[in-house]
């Protein structure tokens, strides 16, 4: 730890401080270190730094479910649900396995792709720190699954729908990658309604993470319409585009939510993940 404080400056006095600056110096400890295994170390800290960051930012997680009465079967796992049972039963004599009806809550399946704006102001951590809130929400709550876009000029699909992928390995590719200077907003929002139509549930949401400020491509609010429901994170700053943000989450059907801090994430993407499900509960949505 020491030999890491020595190479940048890693402010704070208590153990977690530390090791929070060393994920946030990771960056800088990558280009100034000569000893790989002092980099490793830099890694293997940020990661886990980042994880744990990301579940206290979320702190108890729990989705809604809906009741259903099911027939029982082997394997089938429930509460007996007294009055339908007894509804199938003439006599105690007569009943059978095939009587007995079962109460199971469930979990409405959905789908959620992430895209996030890696152009030059993003460096690894931030990166880090957004990929986190969906994985970590994803393990934790089951029942979703998820996909993650980068784009810059070009659109990078670092996890796909229909594919598992280790977590740690995930942060630790976003801490090493190298954020670059234009913005193709429409590159990413193509990208990632390609990654929604893998998806096996019908329940699909999109969530876009960027300032606004397009730098190459078309203007994105049109094809934000394409989206079944599409939501916006606006970073701000001095260049953030409110308009073109508000007009994505406009024509996605969705809300816009400002972001001052990337540490604000997990709290905002579970806050809107949880109002999905809920809406879908009420309105009878289907299950995947």
């Not at 702190?59 to 009465?69: D, I, R, S």
């Amino acid at each position: 730890m020491q030999r890491l404080r020595g190479i940048v400056d890693v402010p704070g006095s208590t153990g977690e401080e530390i090791i929070w600056s060393i994920a946030k110096n990771y960056q800088k400890i990558r280009l100034r270190a000569k000893d790989p295994s002092l980099v490793r170390a830099a890694k293997r800290i940020a990661i886990r730094a980042i994880i744990d960051r990301t579940l206290r930012q979320l702190g108890p997680t729990k989705m809604p479910t809906v009741k259903q009465l099911v027939d029982y079967r082997p394997g089938v796992e429930g509460e007996i649900e007294i009055s339908s049972t007894l509804d199938n039963v003439a006599s105690p004599e007569d009943m059978q396995a095939g009587d007995i009806v079962l109460e199971r809550k469930e979990l409405k399946h959905i789908a959620c792709v992430l895209m996030i704006d890696a152009s030059l102001s993003m460096t690894g951590e931030k990166l880090a720190m957004a990929t986190s809130s969906i994985a970590v929400l994803a393990h934790r709550l089951k029942g979703i699954e998820y996909a993650v876009v980068l784009f810059e000029n070009k659109a990078n699909t670092i996890k796909k729908m229909d594919r598992e992928a280790d977590m740690e390995k995930l942060l630790g590719d976003l801490l090493d990658l190298n954020a670059m200077g234009y913005t193709n907003i429409e590159e990413g929002l193509m990208a990632g309604l390609r990654e929604l139509e893998k998806a096996r549930t019908p329940n699909k949401i999109g969530i876009v993470v960027t300032d606004g400020n397009y730098t190459m491509g078309h203007d994105p609010r049109q094809l934000a319409a394409l989206f079944p429901k599409l939501h916006v994170m606006m970073t701000t700053g001095l260049d953030a585009r409110e308009d073109v943000c508000q007009g994505m989450a406009h024509y996605g059907k969705g809300q816009m939510y400002e972001i001052k801090n990337y540490e604000e994430m997990p709290r905002v993407l579970y806050r809107l993940i949880k109002t999905f499900h809920l809406r879908l509960h009420q309105r009878g949505g289907r299950s995947g």
